[in-house]
């Protein structure tokens, strides 16, 4: 038995993509930059999640960043990361016909499948790419005995 794909998930995620167009455009107009470059699509972090046995690795695209605009933390088990750079060109009385590099700002928060040691997660970046090693936590062997009161 083969499983056809649904033909309608390419179209919503078409009408997505022109959502998010229409709404930048929108803002363009608004601030007066009509000739602001209109993305295809809206930038996001492409991750990887690799589980091994003791840790979790993840490996985060984050091209255009330098490491003192990447910040990373754990905190409840949930990884976050986030990234802003900001284009100064050092020219505040040019008129632009476009303007492509200005601010960025990227975030992405991932809930983490077990316990973590937040205090040991260290971080890495080469060329773009992040990756961050994060050590699971030990389980607990033995539960805490609760003392029941009242009658």
């Given at each position: 038995?083969?499983?056809?794909?649904?033909?309608f998930?390419?179209?919503?995620?078409?009408?997505?993509?022109?959502?998010?167009?229409?709404?930048e455009?929108?803002?363009s107009?608004e601030?007066?930059?009509?000739f602001?470059?209109?993305?295809?699509?809206?930038?996001?972090?492409?991750?990887?999640?690799?589980?091994?046995?003791?840790?979790?690795?993840?490996?985060?695209?984050?091209?255009?960043?330098?490491?003192?605009?990447?910040?990373?933390?754990?905190?409840?088990?949930?990884?976050?990361?986030?990234a802003?750079?900001?284009?100064?060109?050092?020219?505040?009385?040019?008129?632009?016909?476009?303007?492509e590099?200005?601010?960025?700002?990227?975030?992405?928060?991932?809930?983490?499948?077990?316990h973590?040691?937040?205090?040991?997660?260290?971080?890495?970046?080469?060329?773009?790419?992040?990756?961050?090693?994060?050590?699971k936590?030990?389980?607990?062997?033995?539960?805490?005995?609760?003392?029941?009161?009242?009658?």
């Amino acid at each position: 038995m083969t499983t056809r794909s649904n033909p309608f998930d390419a179209l919503e995620r078409m009408f997505d993509r022109m959502s998010d167009q229409f709404e930048e455009a929108a803002r363009s107009w608004e601030t007066g930059e009509q000739f602001e470059f209109l993305p295809m699509r809206a930038e996001s972090m492409a991750t990887d999640i690799v589980d091994h046995d003791d840790e979790f690795v993840v490996t985060v695209d984050v091209p255009g960043f330098a490491r003192d605009e990447v910040e990373v933390r754990v905190a409840d088990d949930v990884l976050y990361v986030e990234a802003e750079h900001e284009e100064d060109t050092g020219v505040e009385e040019e008129q632009f016909i476009r303007r492509e590099r200005s601010h960025r700002m990227l975030s992405r928060s991932i809930v983490l499948p077990e316990h973590v040691q937040p205090d040991d997660v260290s971080a890495t970046m080469k060329h773009g790419v992040l990756t961050i090693t994060i050590p699971k936590a030990e389980p607990i062997e033995e539960g805490k005995a609760i003392e029941i009161e009242g009658e």
